[in-house]
């Protein structure tokens, strides 16, 4: 990490002095009390080692991390250097560097053991790097505490995690809950996604269609809302279309 200081605007430093000189000049031409000369000078010294300073040094971690400065003022972030550090981690997560962003979760996973945010970054390295049953394992811990940890996504994770390591009927009944608790689109694919990978094709197709017919019977404006896993959708119905009549033997 760069260790020069950190720069302070020439601007600000501009601004503040010719506000005490004005604040100071005023004070004198009104003779106030003796106590009021020192608020005028410190004043803008504190809100300097409160605001702005801490301010300027978040900016430069962020910085120095690769991370944009915009989004740590986001409503309802936590601030923190551990924060920042499980930022850095996620991007080096999801660019697929996944030795470099281990180590930053286990840090954290050492100074809080139940960390749901680490534990769930350090199940998405593991099954990148081809290690299912290690993410199984952080993956119950983090539905144990919370079975709808970001979004659902950690139980999408999980049926992942529990396919590539051979539990594939605990990944159907895993995702047949999951649609009976939710209903979401994209949950309804992911479960006929696996029942067609598990050989039950004539179920995931019924389970596709149901999702096809239902959107259609929507309102034009409502239909748009799901395109995206429509299109998935039908792409799904093709391919098993396509992978039946390779399967059909030819007169």
């Given at each position: 990490?760069?260790?020069?200081?950190?720069?302070?605007?020439?601007?600000?430093?501009?601004?503040?002095?010719?506000?005490?000189?004005?604040?100071l000049?005023?004070a004198?031409?009104?003779?106030?009390?003796?106590?009021?000369?020192?608020?005028?000078?410190?004043?803008?010294?504190?809100?300097f080692?409160?605001?702005?300073?801490?301010?300027?040094?978040?900016?430069?971690?962020?910085?120095?991390s690769?991370?944009?400065?915009?989004?740590l003022?986001?409503?309802?972030r936590?601030?923190?250097f551990?924060?920042l550090?499980?930022?850095?981690?996620d991007?080096l997560?999801?660019?697929?560097?996944?030795?470099?962003a281990?180590?930053?979760?286990?840090?954290?996973l050492?100074?809080?053991?139940?960390?749901?945010r680490?534990?769930?970054?350090?199940?998405?390295?593991?099954?990148g790097?081809s290690?299912p049953?290690?993410?199984?394992t952080?993956?119950?811990q983090?539905?144990?505490?919370?079975?709808?940890?970001?979004?659902y996504g950690?139980?999408?994770?999980?049926?992942?995690?529990?396919?590539?390591?051979?539990?594939?009927?605990?990944?159907?009944?895993?995702?047949e809950?999951?649609?009976?608790?939710t209903?979401?689109?994209?949950?309804?694919?992911a479960?006929?996604?696996?029942l067609?990978?598990?050989?039950?094709?004539?179920r995931?197709?019924?389970?596709v269609?149901?999702?096809i017919?239902?959107?259609?019977?929507?309102?034009?404006s409502e239909?748009?809302?799901?395109?995206?896993?429509?299109?998935?959708?039908?792409?799904?119905?093709?391919?098993?279309?396509?992978?039946?009549?390779?399967?059909t033997?030819?007169?």
């Amino acid at each position: 990490m760069n260790s020069s200081p950190l720069p302070v605007s020439n601007s600000y430093i501009v601004v503040v002095s010719v506000f005490i000189v004005w604040m100071l000049f005023d004070a004198t031409r009104r003779r106030v009390a003796w106590f009021w000369y020192p608020v005028i000078v410190l004043a803008p010294l504190i809100y300097f080692l409160f605001v702005k300073l801490p301010a300027m040094i978040s900016t430069r971690v962020a910085s120095d991390s690769g991370i944009d400065s915009a989004s740590l003022a986001s409503p309802g972030r936590p601030s923190g250097f551990l924060t920042l550090n499980l930022d850095r981690a996620d991007q080096l997560e999801e660019s697929e560097r996944y030795d470099e962003a281990i180590p930053i979760y286990q840090e954290a996973l050492a100074k809080d053991a139940h960390d749901l945010r680490a534990l769930h970054g350090m199940a998405r390295c593991e099954l990148g790097l081809s290690h299912p049953r290690a993410a199984v394992t952080l993956l119950e811990q983090v539905l144990t505490a919370d079975r709808e940890y970001r979004n659902y996504g950690a139980a999408l994770d999980y049926a992942d995690a529990l396919w590539l390591a051979g539990q594939k009927q605990d990944t159907i009944e895993l995702l047949e809950g999951l649609v009976k608790n939710t209903g979401r689109i994209n949950h309804r694919l992911a479960f006929a996604h696996y029942l067609g990978s598990f050989g039950d094709i004539q179920r995931a197709r019924s389970e596709v269609g149901q999702v096809i017919d239902e959107n259609a019977a929507l309102p034009p404006s409502e239909q748009l809302k799901d395109k995206f896993w429509i299109e998935r959708a039908t792409r799904m119905l093709a391919d098993w279309e396509q992978a039946s009549e390779r399967l059909t033997p030819t007169e």
